[in-house]
Antibody, heavy 128, light 108 residues
Framework: QVQLQESGPGLVKPSETLSLTCTVSGGSITNYYWNWIRQTPGNGLEWIGYIYNNGKTDYNPSLKSRLTMSVDTSKNQFSLRLSSVTAADTAIYYC??????????????????????WGQGTTVAVSS | EIVLTQSPGTLSLSPGERATLSCRTSQSVDSSYLAWFQQKPGQAPRLLIYGASSRATGIPDRFSGSVSGTDFTLTISRLEPEDFAVYFCQQYGSSPYTFGQGTKMEIK
C-alpha cells in the first residue's frame, strides 16, 4: 500500500529556511494532491498547503508569503520550503495524500475521500 | 477561514459506552468535505470518516458520522479500549482547509 516518508533537518536556525521532502512509495504521485500539515501543542493541526503532480498549488494565506512547494514526479517526491522561520514554526510536520475523487450514492449525495494517507511525521525545531 | 469548534474538550467514558462528539462550523460547510480523524499518542492522525458519514477503508462500523445543518457528529456506538484517543474534525472543501481543536476521549 502507499506509504509516505518525511525527511529533512530536525533543527533549523531562526531566520533560515526549513526544507522537507516527502517520498511516496507503493503508489503513483499522479492524480492526487499532496499536502503538508503541521501540528503543535498550542495550535493543533494546521494545513500548510498542497501541490498537485502538475505543479498546481494552494497555500494557507497565513504562510503563503514564506512558502514554496515543489514536486518531482520522476522521484515520486514532493517538497516544502518555508523561509524566515521563527520559534512559532516549531512543530511536527506531516506529508499527507489527498484524494480528489469520491463517489455519489443512490440519493445523489457526494462523498469525497479527502486526506487518506499520512506520513509518520517529522519533528522540526527552530532554535539557535 | 472556516472555524471548527469541537465539544466537549474531554470526554470521560467507560468501555462499552456510547460516545458522541460534536463539531460545529462557523459557516456552512458542504458535508461532502467533512472528515473525522483519530490520533493516538506518538502517531499520525488516521482518517475515520469522510464526506461526513462514509467510513474510510478498514474502519469498524461502530464508528458513524452524521450532520444536521452546521453541526457534525461522530458517534462511537460501543467503546473499545483502543478507541481512547484524540479525535479531530476537518473541512477540506473551502481553502484554507481547517481542523477542529480536538476532543480527547479518556477512560473513566
Amino acid at each position: 500500500q502507499v506509504q509516505l516518508q518525511e525527511s529533512g533537518p530536525g533543527l533549523v536556525k531562526p531566520s533560515e529556511t526549513l526544507s522537507l521532502t516527502c517520498t511516496v512509495s507503493g503508489g503513483s504521485i499522479t492524480n492526487y494532491y499532496w499536502n503538508w500539515i503541521r501540528q503543535t501543542p498550542g495550535n493543533g493541526l494546521e494545513w500548510i498547503g498542497y501541490i498537485y503532480n502538475n505543479g498546481k498549488t494552494d497555500y494557507n494565506p497565513s504562510l503563503k508569503s514564506r512558502l514554496t512547494m515543489s514536486v518531482d514526479t520522476s522521484k515520486n517526491q514532493f517538497s516544502l520550503r518555508l523561509s524566515s522561520v521563527t520559534a512559532a514554526d516549531t512543530a511536527i510536520y506531516y506529508c499527507v495524500r489527498g484524494d480528489p475523487r469520491g463517489y455519489k450514492d443512490y440519493w445523489g449525495n457526494y462523498f469525497y475521500y479527502g486526506m487518506d494517507v499520512w506520513g509518520q511525521g517529522t519533528t522540526v525545531a527552530v532554535s539557535s | 477561514e472556516i472555524v471548527l469548534t469541537q465539544s466537549p474538550g474531554t470526554l470521560s467514558l467507560s468501555p462499552g459506552e456510547r460516545a458522541t462528539l460534536s463539531c460545529r462550523t462557523s459557516q456552512s460547510v458542504d458535508s461532502s468535505y467533512l472528515a473525522w480523524f483519530q490520533q493516538k499518542p506518538g502517531q499520525a492522525p488516521r482518517l475515520l470518516i469522510y464526506g461526513a458519514s462514509s467510513r474510510a477503508t478498514g474502519i469498524p462500523d461502530r464508528f458513524s458520522g452524521s450532520v444536521s445543518g452546521t453541526d457534525f457528529t461522530l458517534t462511537i456506538s460501543r467503546l473499545e479500549p483502543e478507541d481512547f484517543a484524540v479525535y479531530f474534525c476537518q473541512q477540506y472543501g473551502s481553502s484554507p482547509y481547517t481542523f477542529g481543536q480536538g476532543t480527547k476521549m479518556e477512560i473513566k
